[in-house]
């Protein structure tokens, strides 16, 4: 995305953090499945980059799955504190082609996570059924006996996504529902900007 796009949405994203809401980085990402219906649920924003978003996740989850059949994904955000009070906040939407990271970028910050998350990581087979909680408390159990006193590696189905945007919509609340809505689409590698009707 343009430099003043970047800027903008990263510069929301920080008022929205010192905004006081406990879970400014939560966006809800939808797929699509192969039987063409929708899927939704949140997921962490990890950071903005000029390519877009980035988020992490297991690969072999239903969403895992979902993009590597289907990469087009859109995401939305929702900052309740923000802009003019009881208006609304300020949405912003954003939507492109899914891809991974590369891997050493999930390494990478794969190790900054707690140990705990990281044995998660390992022992979650994330979207499949469980047959009972003392089942995951096992498998918990077993990983931090393998990676007993050693660092934990990132599990090969565990990494991160960026979103390769090609929308992004930014939706302002105002007073009497006389929103403001800005969308920039992207056109080979020109960003164009419209406003459209509330
Ligand atoms: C606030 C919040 C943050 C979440 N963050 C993540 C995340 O960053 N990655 C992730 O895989 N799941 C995250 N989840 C769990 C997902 O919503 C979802 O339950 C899980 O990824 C399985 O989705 P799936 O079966 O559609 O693949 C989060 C849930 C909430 C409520």
Not at 37 to 50: D, F, G, N, Q
Not at 75 to 95: D, F, Y
């Given at each position: 995305m343009n430099p003043e796009l970047l800027q903008l949405l990263c510069g929301l994203m920080e008022q929205a953090r010192a905004s006081g809401d406990p879970e400014a980085t939560a966006m809800t990402l939808a797929t699509v499945g192969s039987d063409g219906?929708?899927?939704?649920?949140?997921?962490?924003?990890?950071?903005?980059?000029?390519?877009g978003p980035q988020f992490y996740t297991n690969y072999h989850s239903?969403?895992?799955?979902?993009?590597?059949?289907?990469?087009?994904?859109?995401?939305?955000?929702?900052?309740?504190?923000?802009?003019?009070?009881?208006?609304?906040?300020?949405?912003?939407?954003?939507?492109?082609?899914?891809?991974?990271l590369h891997d050493d970028e999930s390494d990478a910050y794969f190790a900054t996570?707690?140990?705990?998350?990281?044995?998660?990581?390992?022992?979650?087979?994330?979207?499949?059924?469980?047959?009972?909680?003392?089942?995951f408390d096992a498998?918990?159990?077993e990983y931090e006996q393998r990676f007993a006193d050693q660092d934990v590696p990132r599990p090969p189905h565990w990494g991160g996504y960026r979103v390769l945007a090609d929308m992004i919509e930014v939706w302002r609340g105002r007073e009497f529902r006389l929103h403001?809505?800005?969308?920039?689409?992207?056109?080979?590698?020109?960003?164009r900007e419209r406003l459209l009707y509330p």
């Open positions: 219906r929708p899927h939704a649920r949140v997921v962490l924003l990890k950071s903005i980059e000029t390519d239903a969403k895992g799955e979902e993009i590597r059949a289907h990469a087009e994904v859109a995401l939305c955000l929702h900052w309740k504190h923000l802009g003019e009070v009881r208006a609304g906040g300020v949405q912003v939407r954003i939507e492109g082609r899914a891809s991974r996570r707690p140990r705990g998350s990281q044995i998660g990581a390992w022992a979650s087979l994330q979207s499949q059924t469980l047959p009972d909680r003392s089942t498998r918990v159990a403001e809505r800005r969308r920039w689409e992207r056109f080979a590698d020109v960003w």
